[in-house]
């Protein structure tokens, strides 16, 4: 059995004789990179540098409660603000596949600047098993390239170090409880973040309406769960569809797009169930968004598919 | 300790298998199908699982060295999916496109009773499922051992040999009883 006790040991004694002289590692803020940066720091200290990159695509308030995880955490790091960047980045992108590769190709960019300014050798990332599981290679199929993974150049100059590698992430939560951290139980979210949650191009409008869908599923899950309502799910969140139906707002026809609300249990994310929301808790989910996001959204949707045949993320 | 090694035909859930073995004290790793036999012997293994593949190779892909394994082991195999599928055809069976393929939640009937590898698994379960393709005809030196409505070769096994294979993944968290069948398997491999 897994034992996160002896894990930590291991690794932070791995971490201490491989890695000489300064290490950047790619911190979003997730359970994944938290756990890592906590090993690696523990291992090199202050040589290890945090780099959070705001891509844009960030949910309601992420980045400023990241930037006081990194101070609580103690740990020496960067902040970069690349909203900018990213937006044009993907402009008139509409593949699911080219997004990711665009957004994963970015971040290491921004990785590489970094590591030239500060004489850094080494890339840390929390990568998992799912990531390169679902990323393919030469014998298995790709069902999405993780950003961690399907961006990384072949010709790039840095040394990558994974000591999560082989780990699922309720493994990683094992280790995260055994260290303390108060992210331990939060939900995986993508590295492409909103991205990936808007079909279609993700424009800087279309990302404001599902990034405020998303608060709202987000807050009205983790009220109904703290009552007692529901079980708590692996993931839970709100997609955007930009396709047109009819609807009446006030005496007036409305034609606006559609929000998908998406829920599932799982353990490691390489099956999941849908979620059985009560009926009480879709019924605020969805008064909610079409009351906030107005002429915008008119119709709510709720995912019923398993994995397999679909996945978590709708790309 | 028990010692079974996970063949790696691709499958998205290689990697489970070998995460449910360690977890159940299994000593195991994850090896290429490319791996030769002779290798496995030296490593005296006590039991191998075939895993599930990439897209379509159950059907006509010779999955490396898999040949090999299932003629010359004396040891326990435990074909999933496109390992079951394999395994049907190396001995004379049939493996065909399925008329209904089956993705996610499915319910299976066990039909026969007092099979060692489903020992403490009840007639009704529910599996976790992700095939394209299926058994469309068994090989005579196996025997039925599990069908479900749209599938109706789900697991059989040899009626010698030790050599198991199931359509279904008993490696996917959501396989109710998938646990306690890998506990079986590990129980015959540790004879």
């Known amino acids: 059995m897994f034992n996160a006790k002896d894990f930590i040991k291991n690794t932070v004694g791995l971490l201490k004789k491989n890695i000489r002289g300064k290490a950047l590692i790619a911190f979003s803020g997730g359970v994944d990179s938290t756990v890592t940066s906590v090993l690696v720091n523990r291992a090199i200290g202050d040589r290890l540098i945090a780099v959070h990159v705001d891509t844009g695509y960030m949910r309601k308030n992420e980045s400023s409660e990241v930037r006081q995880l990194m101070d609580d955490l103690s740990l020496n790091y960067r902040f970069v603000d690349a909203s900018k960047d990213f937006y044009e980045a993907l402009k008139g992108v509409v593949d699911p596949e080219e997004k990711r590769k665009i957004i994963g190709a970015k971040f290491i960019n921004i990785f590489e600047k970094v590591a030239e300014e500060e004489k850094i050798k080494y890339l840390i990332q929390g990568t998992i098993a799912p990531d390169w599981i679902e990323s393919g290679d030469g014998l298995r199929d790709t069902i999405k390239s993780h950003h961690n993974v399907g961006g990384l150049p072949k010709d790039m100059k840095l040394s990558l ?21 108060k992210i331990s139980e939060k939900q995986p979210f993508p590295g492409p973040g909103l991205a990936i949650r808007i079909i279609g191009e993700a424009t800087a409008e279309r990302t404001k309406i599902v990034r405020e869908a998303c608060y709202i599923v987000e807050n009205e899950i983790e009220n109904s769960v703290e009552k007692g309502i529901m079980e708590k799910p692996w993931q839970y969140f709100a997609v955007l569809v930009p396709v047109k139906t009819v609807g009446v707002q006030g005496d007036k026809r409305a034609y606006g797009n559609i929000i998908a609300v998406r829920a599932v249990q799982s353990i490691d994310a390489m099956t999941c169930a849908y979620s059985e929301i009560p009926q009480e808790v879709l019924d605020r989910i969805s008064t909610k968004i079409t009351n906030n996001l107005g002429d915008k959204i008119n119709r709510i949707v709720y995912d019923i598919t398993n994995k397999p045949p679909a996945t978590v993320e709708w790309e | 300790m028990v010692k079974i090694f996970v063949i790696d035909n691709g499958g998205q859930w290689t990697h489970r298998e070998w995460r449910t073995l360690r977890d159940l004290d299994v000593q195991t790793k994850i090896l290429p199908n490319t791996t030769d036999f002779e290798y496995l012997l030296n490593q005296e293994v006590n039991g191998l699982v075939l895993s599930g593949g990439s897209p379509r190779i159950g059907l006509t892909d010779k999955l490396g060295k898999c040949s090999d394994y299932l003629e010359k082991a ?35 009937f066990i039909l026969k009773d007092k099979i060692k590898l489903f020992e403490g698994v009840p007639k009704k379960s529910i599996v976790w499922e992700s095939h394209n393709d299926e058994v469309t005809i068994i090989p005579e030196e196996f025997e039925l051992l599990a069908e479900s409505n749209t599938c109706k070769i789900q697991a059989m096994h040899h009626r010698t040999k030790p050599l198991f294979g199931l359509q279904f993944h008993p490696e996917v968290e959501h396989t109710v009883y998938g646990e306690k069948i890998f506990k079986n398997f590990i129980r015959m491999c540790e004879k």
């Open chain 1, 161 to 181: 170090i994974e000591p999560l590698y082989d780990l699922y992430k309720d493994e990683v939560r094992k280790l995260a409880r055994e260290l303390k951290l």
């Open chain 2, 74 to 108: 004396d040891f326990p195999i435990l074909g999933i999916c496109a390992g079951h599928q394999f395994m049907a055809r190396f001995f004379g069976g049939e493996v065909k496109p399925s008329k209904i393929p089956e993705f996610g939640k499915i319910e299976i």
